[in-house]
Nanobody, 124 residues
Framework: QVQLVESGGGLVQAGGSLRLSCGSS????????MGWFRQVPGKEREFVAA????????YYGDSVKGRFTISRDNAKNTVYLQMNSLKPEDTAVYYC?????????????????WGQGTQVTVSS
């Protein structure tokens, strides 16, 4: 079992930056490939980014490519999502998740453990 906790969300103006963090209790995040997803009310959870256990390969959703960067520090038991050039349409609750099977990095069904989410609001 692993309990994931996100932090770093908040209110930011368009064009600004935020860095989200995801840590864990129980098993460490170094045991898993990790992903970030986001969700707005009434819509499905959307893939944002993912990173392999080793950190050598990353994946991004089309809407965030070139603006967001996922990274991990296994020694600190933390996964990060650096978000730059934020837009109002990035407003959502952001979730980190631990990938537990060999399915696609892009699908929520490949992830078993989820954090409680952190709100990101981008004002225009």
């Amino acid at each position: 079992q692993v309990q994931l906790v996100e932090s770093g969300g908040g209110l930011v103006q368009a064009g600004g930056s935020l860095r989200l963090s995801c840590g864990s209790s129980g098993r460490t995040v170094s045991s898993y490939a990790m992903g970030w997803f986001r969700q707005v009310p009434g819509k499905e959870r959307e893939f944002v980014a993912a990173i392999r256990r080793s950190g050598d390969t990353t994946y991004y959703g089309d809407s965030v490519k070139g603006r967001f960067t996922i990274s991990r520090d296994n020694a600190k038991n933390t996964v990060y999502l650096q978000m730059n050039s934020l837009k109002p349409e990035d407003t959502a609750v952001y979730y980190c998740a631990a990938k537990t099977n060999t399915g696609s990095y892009y699908y929520t069904t490949s992830y078993t453990y989820w954090g409680q989410g952190t709100q990101v609001t981008v004002s225009s």
